[in-house]
T-cell receptor, first 115, second 117 residues
Framework: QKEVEQDPGPLSVPEGAIVSLNCTYS??????FMWYRQYSRKGPELLMY????GNKEDGRFTAQVDKSSKYISLFIRDSQPSDSATYLC???????????????FGQGTILTVHP | GAGVSQSPRYKVAKRGQDVALRCDPI?????LFWYQQALGQGPEFLTY????????KSGLPSDRFFAERPEGSVSTLKIQRTQQEDSAVYLC???????????????FGEGSRLTVL
C-alpha cells in the first residue's frame, strides 16, 4: 500500500463548478501538506501549502487538512477551463530534523473543466 | 535563467545505453532534488543535494543510477545500461532553503522525458 493515496480520476466538470480533490495518507509523521498543479508536459507548480491541521484559502482555492483522519482536500470554486490540469497532493515530515523538502506525492488527479 | 532548466527535454535510448540528464537550478538555490515520474503516476523522490553534498540517495532504484553536483550548482543524473523500466520523466527541483519548515517551496523544471527502446 502506498503512503499517499489519491483518486486518479479523471474528473470532468462544467465551468463554474466546485471541484473537490482528496488524498489520504498513512504516515502519521507527515506535517507539511501541499497541492501542486501540473499541466501537460510541464513540471509541477506549487498551489497551496499547509502546515499541520486546518484550512487555508487563496482566491478560488481552499486547502483542508485533517490529521486525525489522515485526509487532505483541495477545493476549487468557480472552476475555469484554465484549471484543467493534473493535481498532485504532496507531503513531507520533519523526521529526525531532516526537513529538507523530500516530498511524497499522490498519483495525481486529472481534471478537465469544459466550457 | 528565471527557472529550473533541464536538458535534454526528450531522450530516446536503446536498452543498454548510458544516458546523462542535466539540471540547471535557479541561481543561488542551495537544495536540489531529482524525482522520477512514471506515466500516470506522481513524482517519486530519487536523491537530494545540499550544495555539492549528496545528503540522501535513498530513492535511487539501483546502482545503475548516479547523480552528482560537483560545484553546488549544475547537477547531472546518469543512468547506466538503461532498461525499459527506466522510461519516465526525470524532474529536477530546487529550493533556496537548506532546510526548515518551508518544505513546500520547490521549483520544478519541465523534466527530461526518457524513452528506452
Amino acid at each position: 500500500q502506498k503512503e499517499v493515496e489519491q483518486d486518479p480520476g479523471p474528473l470532468s466538470v462544467p465551468e463554474g463548478a466546485i471541484v473537490s480533490l482528496n488524498c489520504t495518507y498513512s504516515n502519521s509523521a507527515f506535517q507539511y501538506f501541499m497541492w501542486y498543479r501540473q499541466y501537460s508536459r510541464k513540471g509541477p507548480e506549487l498551489l497551496m501549502y499547509t502546515y499541520s491541521s486546518g484550512n487555508k484559502e487563496d482566491g478560488r482555492f481552499t486547502a483542508q487538512v485533517d490529521k486525525s483522519s489522515k485526509y487532505i482536500s483541495l477545493f476549487i470554486r468557480d472552476s475555469q477551463p484554465s484549471d484543467s490540469a493534473t493535481y498532485l497532493c504532496a507531503m513531507s515530515s520533519n523526521a529526525g530534523g531532516t526537513s529538507y523538502g523530500k516530498l511524497t506525492f499522490g498519483q495525481g488527479t486529472i481534471l478537465t473543466v469544459h466550457p | 535563467g528565471a527557472g529550473v532548466s533541464q536538458s535534454p527535454r526528450y531522450k530516446v535510448a536503446k536498452r543498454g545505453q548510458d544516458v546523462a540528464l542535466r539540471c540547471d537550478p535557479i541561481s543561488g538555490h542551495v537544495s536540489l532534488f531529482w524525482y522520477q515520474q512514471a506515466l500516470g503516476q506522481g513524482p517519486e523522490f530519487l536523491t537530494y543535494f545540499q550544495n555539492e553534498a549528496q545528503l540522501d540517495k535513498s530513492g535511487l532504484p539501483s546502482d545503475r543510477f548516479f547523480a552528482e553536483r560537483p560545484e553546488g550548482s549544475v547537477s547531472t543524473l546518469k543512468i547506466q545500461r538503461t532498461q525499459q523500466e527506466d522510461s519516465a520523466v526525470y524532474l529536477c527541483a530546487s529550493s533556496f532553503l537548506a532546510g526548515g519548515p518551508n518544505t513546500g517551496e520547490l521549483f520544478f523544471g519541465e523534466g527530461s522525458r526518457l524513452t528506452v527502446l
